[in-house]
């Protein structure tokens, strides 16, 4: 207890980072550490799993005892611990689950595996208190592109889908064009910034999924790989021409450089694709707020972070009078405060977890506890 308040440990792993949280009562945050072994992975341009499940046992016991450390308590004084059940890479979920049973046997105190998406969404409840429900909620990920409707974090039945992404999450897919732009690893951050440099209208992409065809089929659904082939089809098309052929810098065997490819119009590109995805995103979400009467958006993951969906949100929701609820920048990628924010919030009328619950790598986002 934390003057008279429940303590709860989060304990996040589903992917590359290694997080450990700290929690009183369901808003105050104690602690929040968190290890990434991102940097191993910028020469493969991708995660490799197996690099990340060791990187997690290394980092495991130091990210605990400094997160108890960082919030003056002892591992006794914790009441609950919460740890990611998934969805995430099994091998990397494997080890948090396996490190927060030991931590739960050898305290006796009780413990959930709880979705991982879903914190994405209750961690904002750390920073601007409990959200007033019913709410829409953005998922914007790596992994995941969803729009959800809340009721109730913590009752079954609370958690509605609305709709998602048929192929690419957008956090995919603006890595995979990063990666045709020849942008490092990860190239998200790399194609945001240079967006901001390029001219709005220069370039227009298509729009997955959008127009009357799809508004009764696929109201709240998204689609990024047709866009991403023609932001490819573009370059491979521009990189054909003879005068791009016959510049000096040209090379079939570029290597990757901070601003890409040289003789593309890079920030053009990038300012092209992020209008496309964020309209997708903005339109589809608008909607879903006016089709259910929602008051309150939430959004959550690594995407959020993008500087043009946070503007276009922020311009949108004034103007109709939605409260918009969008973490800070250090909640954005995958942390223990997001685990512990959505196990204190289900805790209390929810019974722990089964002692032998497993990792699930598809969890269904319609399930808070497993």
């Not at 290890?35 to 495991?60: K, N, Q, V």
């Not at 993008?306 to 920048?329: D, F, H, K, M, Y």
Request: aromatic share 6%.
């Amino acid at each position: 207890m934390f003057n008279g308040a429940k303590l709860t440990l989060g304990i996040e792993s589903t992917c590359d980072e290694t997080g450990a949280a700290i929690v009183a009562g369901k808003t105050q945050l104690l602690a929040n550490v968190v290890a990434t072994s991102m940097d191993e992975y910028a020469r493969y341009g991708g995660i490799i799993p197996e690099i990340a499940s060791r990187a997690h046992l290394e980092s495991f016991l130091p990210v605990v005892s400094e997160a108890l450390e960082e919030a003056g308590v002892k591992l006794a004084d914790i009441d609950q611990i919460g740890v990611s059940a998934g969805p995430g890479l099994i091998g990397s979920l494997a080890v948090g689950i396996a490190g927060a049973k030991a931590l739960a046997v050898a305290t006796g105190k009780p413990l959930y595996g709880v979705n991982h998406v879903i914190g994405h969404l209750a961690v904002d409840q750390l920073v601007n208190g409990e959200l007033e429900l019913p709410a829409v909620g953005l998922v914007v990920s790596g992994g995941h592109t969803n729009l959800l409707l809340i009721t109730d974090f913590a009752a079954e039945g609370g958690i509605r889908e609305l709709g998602g992404t048929l192929d690419d999450a957008s956090g995919e897919a603006f890595d995979k064009v990063g990666r045709v732009l020849g942008l490092p690893y990860p190239g998200g951050p790399h194609v945001d910034r240079l967006a901001r440099e390029g001219r709005l209208g220069a370039i227009d992409f298509p729009r997955g999924l959008a127009g009357a065809k799809y508004a009764k089929t696929h109201p709240y659904d998204f689609s990024f790989s047709g866009l991403k082939t023609a932001v490819a089809r573009y370059v491979s098309q521009f990189e054909a021409a003879p005068e791009v052929h016959s510049r000096p810098d040209f090379t079939e065997d570029f290597a990757p450089a901070r601003e890409g490819k040289p003789w593309l119009p890079v920030a053009d590109i990038c300012r092209g694709f992020s209008e496309s995805v964020n309209d997708s995103l903005v339109s589809k979400t608008m909607r879903a707020l006016t089709d259910f009467e929602a008051k309150t958006l939430v959004v959550g993951g690594g995407y959020s972070a993008n500087s043009r969906l946070r503007e276009w949100l922020t311009e949108e929701c004034a103007r109709a009078g939605v409260t918009l609820r969008i973490p800070p920048l250090k909640f954005c990628t995958d942390n223990g405060a997001q685990i512990a924010a959505i196990t204190a919030a289900i805790a209390d009328t929810n019974a722990p977890s089964r002692a032998d619950f497993s990792p699930i790598s598809a969890l269904d986002l319609t399930t808070v506890i497993v």
